[in-house]
């Protein structure tokens, strides 16, 4: 593996691990929004009838938790892929 970013193996499972892990986790947040604010999260924040610290307050924190999650989820892929890749076989 030569090329720093990784052969199509790796690309693929960092892809299927990083849409994974934003599907949970922006599940795992509207639930935490849910059980902190009391009410559902905004649908459309860029609707008017949204607050502007709500919309901001939802975007950021989607932002940060959907990025950080995918992070690391394609670290632990790429991770394992290549430890994967570098066993030798046992016969």
Do not use: C, N, Y
């Amino acid at each position: 593996m030569s090329d720093k970013r990784g052969d199509g193996a790796t690309k693929a499972m960092s892809t299927v691990a990083a849409l994974g892990a934003a599907f949970v986790a922006r599940k795992v947040a509207t639930v935490a929004w849910t059980k902190v604010t009391g009410k559902e999260p905004p649908s459309d924040p860029e609707d008017p009838a949204v607050g502007m610290a709500e919309a901001l307050g939802w975007a950021i924190a989607m932002g940060v938790v959907v990025g950080a999650v995918r992070v690391l989820a394609v670290r632990a892929a790429t991770a394992r892929t290549r430890r994967h890749a570098t066993q030798s076989p046992s016969s």
